[in-house]
C-alpha cells in the first residue's frame, strides 16, 4: 500500500543501489496504458534514444522553437509536475498505478541524489490538486513539521512487502574523466571529439525537466507574497552551452505584478494599489529578496544552506535545492540576464559548430583551471561564449551574424528597451539565413586557439555587437564588451596574470595541434591525441617554455596521462556543481 505525504525537508538517505536495467515489455504496456493518448511514442523514444542530441551536420532544417515559446511550454509542462521523494523498495508499476487514480500520467522519470526520487508530469494540472487533496503532512514523533503545502512529496510504505524492484533510473552528472579521455582517444577525428564532448557534458532532457520543475516549485513559494509572479531559469540552464553540474540562475519575475494596473483604467478613473515605497529600485529588490530567502529558509521544502547575498552588485538568494542537487541563485530585477540568455540562445541554436566549440573551450579552460567555482580575476564561461561568438563572426564568410545584424532582422514586435538599453534583436530563428562556411571544428579549433593566442589584447576589445576588434576605452587587462549595457566590460574582473596564463595556454594548444597535424597517433595506440592532448594539466611556467621545451612537456604530460588511465587516475577537469562565483553582473 503507498502513503504520500508531504515531505518537511529532505534527510540524508543512504544512497541506494539500484540496478539500471531497461524496462521489461510489460512494464511498457502498464506505462502505455496510464498514459496520455498520444504521448506514448514521446516516452518510448525517450527510451531507446539517448537522451539530448548532437547534430553533426551544419544547418538543421527543421524550425526551431522561440526562446519564449520553449520557456513557456516548459514552465506549463512542469506546473503539471510533482517531484516524489521514494523508499527504496519500490514497484514503478504499482507506483504509476497508484498515482494515475489522480489522472493520466504524461511522463515520468527516476533520478539518485542522496535517495530515490521521481519527476512525474501528469498530462492535466488539476491532478496535481487531486494528489495533494489526498496528501497529508507528517507526524512526527521527536519534531514538529510545519505545515505546509508543495508539489515536492514523499512516498511512504504503509506496509514493507514489496520487493525491490529495478528502476531505471536517469544520469544527472558528466561522465567521469576516465571514461571521456577513453571516448576522446577512440573518437575518429576531432570533430568527432568535440561532439563526443557536447554529448557526454550537455543537459539531458531530465536535467532539463528537473531544471524547469525547481524553479516552478521556488515560484509557488514566492507566490505566496507575489501571486502574479514568475521564476524563469537563465543562464547556462536555458541558453543551451549548460553542462550537467552548472547551478541554475532564477529569475524572479514580478512584471506582471507591476503591471496589472494599467490594464484596469477605464473612463476618468485610475485605481492603484496602496503600496509601500522605499528610495531606490535596488532597495525594493534587496527587501524583495529578503523576504522570499527568509520564506525558502523557514518553509521552503529541501532547500538548504540559503545565503542572502544583498549588497553584491546583483542581489541574489543563494541556496542548495537538495532534492535536485542544484546550486540555485536567485536574483529579481534582472531582466538583461535574462535577454542575453535568449541572445545565447540562438546563437547556439544558428549553428551546429557553435555550441561543440563552446563546450570544448570550456572543458579546455576547466582543465587547466582558467575557470574557477571561488570569485575572484579568473575568466568565466559567460566571458569565453562571448570569446568564442565573436571568433565566429570573424570567420570568412562569418559562421555566426553580429548582433548589430541580428537588430536589423528584427521586427515591431521584437521591440525591446531594458532600463532604456536597446536590447532589440531577431527573435525569430527562422529569419535569420544559415553561414555558408562549411570549416571543420577541428580547423575552427585550432585557429580560436591561434587567433586569442596573437590577439592585441592590451589594445583591442571584443565586441560581439559589431563583430569587429575596437579600441579598448580603459585600461583592463581584458576587454568584453557587455552586448547590452554597452558601456560595460564583462570581464572586468580578470587580471593581466589570468588574462596571460590565458595566452600562453591557447599558444600551447594551438602549438600542440599543429604539432600533431604531422605526427597524429594511430587510433588504435590509445594514445591522448586532438581534443584530448588539449585537455592534458598545464605545466608550471609554460609561458617561458621554448617551442622545443613545449615539445618535450607535451610528451611528458601525454606519457603521464596514460600512466594515470592505467592507475584509474585521471586529470581533474569536469565541473560538478562547483560554479559557486558570486554574480557581480557588469
Ligand atoms: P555557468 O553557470 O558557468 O555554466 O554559466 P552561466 O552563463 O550560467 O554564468 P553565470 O551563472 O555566472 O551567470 C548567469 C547569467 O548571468 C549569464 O548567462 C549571463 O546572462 C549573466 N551574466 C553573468 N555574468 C555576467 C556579467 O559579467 N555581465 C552581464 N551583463 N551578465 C552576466
Ligand atoms: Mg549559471
Redesign the pocket.
Known sequence: MLLIMAVPGVGLLTRLHLCAQRRTRVQRHIVRLLSCPGTVAEDLRRDEQPSGSVETGFEDKIPRKRFSEMQNERREQAQRTVLIHCPEKISENKFLKYLSQHGPINNHFFYESFGLYAVVEFCRKESVGSLQNGTQTPNMAMETAIPFRSRFLSLKLKNQTSKQSCIQSSNQLPPSNRKLFELLCYAESIDDQLNTLLKEFQLTEENTKLRYLTCSLIEDIAAAYFPDCVVRP????V?T???LG??L?MFLDLDETRNLSTHKTSGNFLMEFQVKNVPSERIATQKILSVIGECLDHFGPGCVGVQKILNARCPLVRFSHQASGFQC?LTTN?K???T??EL?YIYGALDSRVRALVFGI?CWARAHSL?SSIPGAWI????L?MMVIFFLQRRSPPILPTLDSLKTLADAEDKCIIEGNNCTFVHDLNRIKPSGNTETLELLLKEFFEYFGNFAFNKNSINIRQGREQNKPDSSPLYIQ????TS?N????VSQSQLQKFVDLAQESAWILQQEDAHRPSVSSNQPWGLAAVLLPSVPNRGSLTKKKRKRSANERVKNLLESLKSNRTANFT?TNE?R?I????
Open positions: 537563465f543562464g547556462s540552464s541558453n552551452f549548460g553542462k552548472c547551478d540562475d541563485d534582472n538583461i540576464a535574462l542575453s540568455s545565447l570550456r575557470t568565466t564561461n559567460f566571458s561564449t557587455n552586448p547590452f549595457e560595460l564583462i570581464s572586468k574582473n565541473e560554479k562565483t554574480s557581480t553582473q557588469t
